[in-house]
């Protein structure tokens, strides 16, 4: 884990909170009528599940950080509504209820390895009501070929930033890839500072994906391209950073 999921969470927080109304509506959607509890593994700093409880969802969310844990506690108490936060490894965590459904965004999942992604697997599926569905976001790519970064400015309170997020290095036959985050401070408090880490991750082709799911206790229902709007159902082959993945619980 990284400095940017510890000692950075603020700074976090800024660069990757965004408008996310129209996907948590299209979530809903996809977790059906009758859901009403929510887990989130890897929930970060929370904005999933503040954004999953103002719609009236009863969310829970897991992470192994504790800097990440306290500022979610924080975000959720600030914006007045409720839902559990534990301090948990999303490869061996015991909760004490199944949930409706689950969802794991911004492929939050590339950091775990193959092995640690089957242990997840079989917690969740532990952790889920029969047939519920798991919203997973993983990128899934067929070529060794680099996409270009990610580039977005954002701001808070004064204080602003200039993000990038770039793939730089892939090897699908090891199946791991790196990736450079860097964070500038424009303006604010810390004006001039910049972090900049790289992060050792998965690289999932849509073979190896398969295998993995394959493997485990749930079954892959649907793709979808987070890319396009309207997220249209997709072949895996089709790839992308965004993809979105429906998986069903046993």
Same mark, same amino acid.
């Given at each position: *884990? ?21 996907? !948590? ?28 409880? !103002? ?12 800097? *990440? !844990?306290?500022?979610? /506690? @924080? ?10 936060? *534990? ?21 939050? =999942?590339?950091?775990?390895?193959? $092995? ?18 798991? =919203?997973?976001? +993983?990128? +899934?790519?067929?070529? $060794?070929? =680099? ?20 793939? +730089? ?15 500038? +401070? ?23 994906? /398969?295998? @993995?799911?394959?493997?485990?206790? =749930? ?14 159902? !997709? ?16």
């Amino acid at each position: *884990m990284t400095g940017l999921y510890t000692d950075e969470v603020e700074l976090y927080d800024i660069a990757f909170t965004w408008d996310i109304e129209d996907e !948590v509506a299209w979530l809903v959607e996809r977790f059906g009528p009758s859901c009403t509890t929510v887990l989130e593994p890897g929930s970060g700093t929370g904005r999933m599940l503040e954004a999953l409880a !103002v719609r009236g969802l009863a969310p829970c969310g897991i992470d192994c950080s504790a800097e *990440m !844990v306290a500022f979610s /506690r @924080a975000r959720l108490s600030e914006a007045g509504v409720h839902a559990g936060v *534990m301090l948990a490894d999303m490869t061996d965590f015991e909760l004490e209820t199944r949930f409706d459904a689950a969802v794991c965004p911004i492929n939050t =999942l590339l950091h775990l390895t193959p $092995d640690e992604l089957g242990l997840h697997l079989e917690r969740m599926a532990d952790h889920l009501e029969p047939e519920a569905r798991y =919203l997973v976001q +993983v990128g +899934v790519f067929d070529s $060794d070929a =680099l996409p270009p970064p990610s580039e977005w400015e954002a701001e808070r309170d004064g204080t602003a930033l200039r993000c990038e997020w770039a793939p +730089v290095e892939r090897d699908l036959q090891a199946g791991r890839e790196r990736h450079r985050s860097r964070i500038e +401070v424009l303006a604010g408090p810390r004006e001039g500072e910049v972090l900049e880490e790289l992060h050792e991750l998965t690289a999932w082709t849509s073979a190896t994906w /398969r295998q @993995a799911i394959a493997a485990s206790p =749930l079954t892959e229902i649907a793709a979808y391209d987070g890319s396009e709007s309207g997220r249209p159902n !997709v072949e895996l082959e089709h790839g992308g950073g965004l993809m979105w993945h429906e998986l069903a619980a046993p």
